[in-house]
């Protein structure tokens, strides 16, 4: 089981940055990849983007790609996702993801095993 802690979420206007971090904890070295997902008002929890926790292959939903960066630290068992050019259409709570089962999809939420707890990010306009 891997342990998931998020932070640096927050308020930021339109055009500003975030960084975001997820402390990992447990049997880190069972999870071949870790990802980001979203969910804003109403809406399912979406894609934002994933990397291979060894070789740091990384994807990213087409909505983010340019703006976005998804990083591991395997010295310090941390993620993180860098954010800028922000706009009102990135409002959401986001998680970081871990443990993806076997041969699933690294950007299928229903993949991952294990999540935090979210850290509300507001973009206003």
């Known amino acids: 089981q891997v342990q998931l802690v998020e932070s640096g979420g927050g308020l930021v206007q339109a055009g500003g940055s975030l960084r975001l971090s997820c402390a990992l904890s447990?049997?880190?070295?069972?999870?071949?990849?870790m990802g980001w997902f979203r969910q804003a008002p109403e809406k399912e929890r979406e894609f934002v983007a994933a990397?291979?926790?060894?070789?740091?292959?990384?994807f990213y939903a087409d909505s983010v790609k340019g703006r976005f960066t998804i990083s591991r630290d395997k010295a310090k068992n941390t993620l993180a996702l860098q954010m800028n050019s922000l706009n009102a259409e990135d409002t959401a709570v986001y998680y970081c993801?871990?443990?993806?089962?076997?041969?699933?999809?690294?950007?299928?939420?229903?993949?991952?095993?294990?999540w935090g707890q979210g850290t509300q990010v507001t973009v206003s306009s």
């Open positions: 993801a871990a443990d993806p089962s076997s041969g699933l999809r690294i950007v299928k939420a229903a993949s991952y095993n294990s």
């Open positions: 447990g049997r880190t070295f069972s999870s071949y990849a």
């Open positions: 990397i291979t926790w060894s070789g740091g292959s990384t």
